[in-house]
Every structure is written in C-alpha cells, then in structure tokens.
C-alpha cells in the first residue's frame, strides 16, 4: 500500500506543480485587471473611505442621541468654613454623587446653531453621623444655542461634501480605466514579447538552414567566402536574438502576472484583437461627455466653493462674534426617595446667556486674514480657466489622434502582408542565387519591422480608445456611461 502511495505521488506531482497556461484576450486581460489587480484593489478602498467619510458629513445633520453619566463621583474634602464663634476652621465632608443624563441633539444647517432636549437625575449621599440622601431630577429641559454673525462650517459642508463625493464616485471610474489603461500597456508588451520570440525562433531556423545552404554553395565556388561569413554572422546574430527573446518574453510575463495579482505558476498565451470598433470621434459630443463625467471638472467646481469658503471664514473671523444660548426646564427636588422628585408642581428652570467678542485693536490681522482668503481666490479663478483650456485642448487633440488610428491599424495589417510576401519571394530568389545576402537581410528586417509595426497600431488604438473612455467616463461601444455599483464595492 505504501508503494502504490508513493507511485502516486511521483507521478501526479509533476502536474500539480507544472505552471498553468491559458489563452487570454485583450478584454480578459482588462476585465481580471479590474477585478482583481492590486491597483484596482487600491481604488476601492480609497472609494470606501470616501463614502464613509460622507456617511459622517450627513450624520451631523441628523439628530444625536446621547446618554452619559457618573457612577459614582466619590467626595472627601476639607473645606474652609466659619464657625458659629466666628472662626475659620477646616471641615471635613464626604458623599457619594451619581448623575445620569439623557440628552437629544440637532444641528440647524442653515443657522449654524443646535436645539437639544435633555433630562437628567442626580443623586447625593452625605456620609457621616447628619448623612442624608437627596435627589434633584430634571425631566425635561429644552434649549439651543445660536451663532451670530460668525461663519457658518455647516453650511458649507452642505455645499461642499456633496461635490466631494460625487468626485470620488467619477475618481473611482477614473482609476478603474486607468487600471485598464495599464493592463493594455502590460497585455501588448508580452504580446510583442511572444512575437519577437516566434519571429527569432523562425529567423534562427531560417539562417541555419541558409548557413548550411551557403557551406554548399561556397565549396562548389558558386558564392564568395564574404557572403558566407555574412550568413554565418546572421546565424550567430539570430541566436543572441533568441537568447534575448527568451529573457524579455519571461520578465513580460512576471511583470504581467504581478500587475493581475497571479502567482508564479500562471502562464500566458495572448490572442490579439482580431478586429476594431467602426467608431468616428466627434469632438464637440466628446467635450461635452467630458463635461458632464469628468472628475476633474467636478473638482474644479470643488476648488472654487471651498475658495468661497475660505474667503467667508476669514469674514467671520474678523469682526464681532455674538453667541446666544437660552434653555428652559421643569427641575424638583426631594430628599430619601426617589419617587417624589417626579410629583408636581415642578419649580422652573430658566438660563438665558448672550456672549460677545468685539475686537477693538488687532493691528490689522483680521483684514490681512480676509486680503490672503480673497488672493486666492482670484488665484484659484486663474488656475482653473487655464485648467479649462489646457482641459480642451487635451480633448481636441486625443480625438483627433483617434481618428487617424483606424487608418494606422488598417496600413500596418497591409503593410505587414507586403512584407512577408516580399520576404518570401526574396528567400526563394537567394536560394535560387538570383539576389545576395544583402538583399535578403533587408527584406528580413522589413518583415520584422511590419510584424512589430502592426502590434503596435493595435496598441495606439486601444490606448487612445481608452484614454477617451478615461476622459469622458462614457462607454462609446454600448452608448452609455460607465457606472459603477457603489453599494457592493463599500460592503
């Protein structure tokens, strides 16, 4: 039994530790980056920071519901007192207090000011030989307090964490075609990793059998002792070739597999795009997407709302500062039992406070504040009219760059066709001894050139493609925005 388990494992072990290959797509390699590439998984959780800070932002504009309270506050002092000689003498006094508290609050955006409603019971017991118990409630005391003439955070915030966060959401989208943007970078460099390696392999075949076909010919006296040193330098060369496309193809597929967050067993096989969308980019339709989806142009209007801001901070700042704050509440009485201090009539309760702060002489720090909070906001002004402009000028020229990339792809897939007949017509014609080495070497680097030329067509189209996509938030395939399903990426 013992060996059959060993025979087992010599030979499964093999398979399970082999690396795994599979054949992936442009849009594979996009979609598994999205999903589950570390810097996809970066962007969600920048996004659920986002979405709980503007949790917080909206749970202050709801009330608060709070209890506190001191169980027990244990008392023993010596306090100064005037005997009933008329001495002064030390006193000593010990109790135990307890309070509880049960208070209900809301901020008033629009005032900047709070009303409460509170009830509280405290407790007091005197130790000693005269100790003594004795309660005093508070059923219910109302009140609220009112900022005047100063700067309202509130109120601003209401204006401003909405932008914010809706800057997050188009920022998340942002970085999730970035990500794709990357993944295309990533996808094409192994691409041209595994062409330049197919492309060497042949080349190397190809000069080996010429090199063999040149010993022939040269021991007959049909070619020159030049041309065959020339083909065996092309044969040598063809090898360092493919001992560097090896090397490249290896460190295109780790650096892929790190970017979608596989291990060192997966193994890649690419199938390029066989075809292009028909898509023709209008400039005025991509601006105004651009507009509309762009977190950069949200972030602009940010900038100038906490620009605003400033300026009214430092306003508030400045000049007088008025605070009002009036409560009033049913409070009773009783000693040894609680009950009581709950039985009518109630004694009332009143406080009314109006605070002040008016400077008289601040050496002009007040106005300095105001003079910097309006400077730049003129700044701010500057700055994003020449973001604006740089922002469609950006636009005008990713479309028409676009474009022309149909074109690009179409003359590079011809180009590559022509070039590989005019190879094999120009091999033929050598083996025949119609034309030179030369020749033939020039219509190798050719075909080399077009097959290289051609990824990289397809290439600038689908990075360009997805620079619009970037820009506009908008998907041009399926005619529609690009959303996201916030709720499952903040779980």
């Known amino acids: 039994m013992n060996r059959f388990f060993i025979t087992l494992i010599i030979l499964v072990w093999p398979l399970l530790s082999q690396s795994q290959t599979n054949n992936f797509s442009l849009n594979d390699v996009i979609q598994i980056a999205q ?48 005997s009933d000689q008329g001495n002064e003498i030390f006193v000593e006094r010990r109790s135990i207090s307890n309070m509880a508290n049960l208070s209900i609050g809301q901020n008033i955006g629009l005032t900047g000011g709070r009303v409460f409603v509170n009830s509280n019971l405290q407790r007091i017991n005197q130790i000693g030989q005269d100790g003594s118990t004795q309660y005093l409630s508070t059923p219910v005391r109302i009140g609220f307090q009112q900022p005047i003439f100063a700067f309202n955070q509130l109120r601003w915030d209401k204006k401003i964490e909405p932008l914010v966060y809706e800057e997050a959401k188009k920022n998340y989208i942002d970085a999730v075609e970035q990500v794709s943007i990357r993944a295309i970078a990533r996808f094409f460099d192994l691409a041209n990793a595994q062409l330049n390696l197919n492309i060497s392999k042949i080349n190397y075949s190809n ?55 596989y291990n060192e067993k997966m193994n890649f096989d690419l199938l390029l795009p066989d075809s292009i969308p028909n898509l023709e980019m209008d400039y005025q339709k991509v601006l105004q997407l651009a507009a509309q989806n762009n977190p950069d142009v949200i972030a602009r209007q940010r900038r100038l709302v906490e620009a605003n801001r400033d300026v009214a901070q430092a306003k508030g700042q400045r000049g007088r500062n008025v605070s009002l704050y009036a409560s009033y509440g049913l409070t009773h009485s009783a000693e040894s039992d609680l009950p009581p201090v709950y039985e009518n009539p109630f004694q009332n309760e009143q406080q009314l406070q109006i605070g002040f702060t008016i400077p008289i002489i601040d050496w002009g720090q007040g106005r300095g504040r105001v003079k910097m909070a309006q400077s730049n906001r003129e700044l701010v002004d500057v700055q994003i009219s020449q973001e604006q402009a740089d922002f469609e000028q950006n636009i005008f020229v990713q479309v028409m760059q676009f474009n022309l990339q149909d074109d690009q792809v179409l003359i590079a897939a011809k180009a590559d066709t022509i070039a590989q007949s005019r190879y094999d017509v120009t091999k033929q014609r050598f083996l025949i001894g119609k034309i030179d080495v030369l020749n033939l070497n020039d219509a190798l680097r050719e075909k080399d050139n077009s097959k290289h030329g051609y990824i990289e067509a397809l290439r600038n189209y689908w990075n360009y493609f997805y620079s619009l996509r970037q820009l506009t938030l908008f998907n041009f395939v399926d005619n529609k925005p690009l959303e996201q399903d916030y709720e499952i990426i903040v779980k």
């Not at 996809?40 to 504009?61: C, D, E, N, V």
């Open 207 to 261: 000069s080996d059998t010429l090199f063999k076909i040149a010993q022939g010919r040269y021991n007959i006296g049909t070619i020159a002792q030049n041309d065959l040193l020339q083909m065996e330098l092309s044969l040598l060369n063809a090898k360092t070739a493919l001992n560097k496309a090896e090397i490249d193809l290896e460190l295109q597929k780790s650096r892929l597999r790190s970017f979608l967050g």
């Open 35 to 82: 999903e589950q590439s570390p810097e996809a998984i970066l962007a969600k959780h920048r996004f659920r920071a986002s979405y709980w800070q503007y949790r917080s932002f909206r749970a202050a504009y709801l009330p608060s519901l709070t209890f506190s309270g001191t169980l027990p506050d244990l008392n023993r002092t010596f306090e100064q007192k005037t």
